[in-house]
Every structure is written in C-alpha cells, then in structure tokens.
C-alpha cells in the first residue's frame, strides 16, 4: 500500500501514505488529515506520493519553533556574526519565541506570523523593528528548509509591514553651540563636542584610545569601537566595515578640548596612583572603566531636554555633523568618507532631502551657463 484515504468525519478524511522504510527495515507512514471534499483528500495524496517517488519528500520535523530557534541561533548564527549582532537577534528571537515557540515548525502558517505581526504593532512596537524581528524568523525558518526539516518557509508567504523610519533632525549651528555651552561645566562636554564636529558614531568615540588620536598633526583614527552587551560586559572590536576604518581630521577647536581632557584624565589617574597606559580609552571613567554606551545617550537626553531641543536624538548629532558640511558645498565623497559610509550614494541618499538649497543652487548655476547663448540670440520684432 502506497496510500489510502479514509473518511474521519463528514468533510474530513485522514491519509495514510508510506514514505518508505526506516533503518530497521520497517515500514513508515504519514497519517495526515484533510478537511474539505474527497477530491481535496485526493489532490494531497497525489501531491506526497509524488514527492516520495522522486525523493522530494520531507518528513515534516516534530521540533517546535522556540526550540529549533535556539538551536539555530547557538549552532549557526553565533559562527557567523559579530557578538553585538548576535546579541540584538536574541532579544528578537526571544520576541518571537514568546508568541510563537510553542508551535511546531511543521504546523506554522501565515496567519500565525501575521497575527505577531498585528499584536507587536497594537504593543507599541515601531514597523522598522519589526521588520527585523520578521527578516530573523524568515532566515531561521531558510535555515530549516535547507536542513530539511521543513518543506516550506512560510515566512515568505507573509509581507511585512512597511517600515517608517524616524525623521532624522539635524541642528543648528546655533543649536549644536547652545547645547554645548549648557554642558560645558560637566564630564560631558568633550564627548558631545566630539561626536558633533566628527561625526563619529558613539561606539566609535567610546572606543577611541589615546593612540588613535595625533593632536599635533590633528586628526584621529578610528580603530576600534565598544559596545555593552546584554549581559553588561564591554566588548571591543574592530569597525564593521573596511570604509568605517577610517583617518577623520580634527578642528582645532576639537585639539583644544582633546586636549584639555586629556590633562583632567592625567590628574585623575595621578591621584589614583595610576599611570595612562597604552590602550587607555580617551572617554571613561577616573579608574579607567569604559563608559556605558546608555548613560551617554541617556545623560544627552536630560541636556537636550533642558534647553529645549525636545525630541532630539543623541545619533542626530551625527546627522547634524554630515548636514552643516554639506551645506558647505563639501564634496559628498569627502563626506562619505568622513562619516564611514560604506558608498557615497548611501551618503547622498541619507542626506539629499534635508538640503533642498543645494537643488536651488544647481538651477542657478544652470541658469549662469545658459544666460550668455540666450543673450547673443537676436531679438525679432513683430
């Protein structure tokens, strides 16, 4: 027998298909049930014994989604990513799991995603995450189908929704000063001083080391930047892309509050009985631990808050860095390079749309070169 169809009740039937022999020699079967009509019965049968006959079949795994997740996520995707990487696909993964993790893998649907899908937003959570949290359940479940646990990745059956980023605010001149001069008198100034006239991301300020930076000849390397991982523990690691490892040259302004940190930092340590050492952070703490990345973003949102730049982010700072150079007619390849973009077109993309002037510039220059083959046409009187 290669398969028969029984009636289990009036518009459903079960399927009894063999799918082959086990390693002891004994027979498997499938016992699978079909609501609908017997016609329906009949097309599902015909389906796997088709497969089976070409050795397409898959027996359907018995793992459910929170455990082959776990699976995946210590014996795959750890080999393969960044720690910092790893850390934010746990924090989804777990996300996912909660809702989902009880279902075998066999017996996830569409409606079973799109239904995650519907409770994340009603909880607040934004669309750009959550098409995060849907690209990691879409690879896992790749993942599955190429290890043949599955036969299909129902994931791709599903659209996720369409992801509205956060406006980007860039400052002032006049605001960029204002907040810096609220903060001039605290530990935080030369690190907010630093990430506006950089441009630097905040891992790569909190990882640069004395040796990265050359007062003299005023410029910095980025070499390393740190982040804080779930469990607390600091990690340092190289830029996550070649373009990131970058040479950005310092204003002299931006010498002069180095420097001045670094002769706070001397004080410090000498009365600690310390010693700054090679590999020693620019930005910590008096006994040399790193700041946690939180508490500067959180410690800028109480400064912004109190001179009333409501709603400002702390990676705006970067944005505000990029838009002022651009409205200095700087070449958008100095630009790109400057902040680490992986493309100028990435720059130009991110950028473009925050600077309608440069459109009104270009029309004008336009307009310039034109002006004189309009002017020698002759003027023809009616």
Partial sequence: MRG???KWAKVSWTIIVDVGRGSDGRRNQRWITVKGARKEAERRLAEILNKVNNGLYIKPSQDTLGDFMGTWLVDHISTRVRPTTLDGYRWRAKSIIDVLGHLRLCDLQPHHIQGYHRAKLDDGLSSATLVKHHNLLRSSLATAVRW?????????LVDPPRAWHKEMRALTEEEANLLLDSCKDTQWYPVL?????TGLRRSEVLGLRWEDIDLDAAVLKVTRVLHQLDDGSFIRSGPKTPKARRQVALLPSSCQVLSARRKIQEEDTSALGLDIMPGTLVFSHPDGRPIRPDSVTQAFRRIADKVG???VRLHDLRHTHATLLMKLNVNPEVVSERLGHSSTRLTMDTYSHMLPGLQASAVAGLEGALAPKVAMEPTVFI
């Fill in 309 to 311: 730049l409501y709603g």
């Fill in 4 to 6: 028969a169809i029984l």
């Fill in 148 to 156: 043949k646990l599955i036969e299909h990745n129902v994931a791709e």
């Fill in 193 to 197: 001083h630093t990430l506006i006239w």
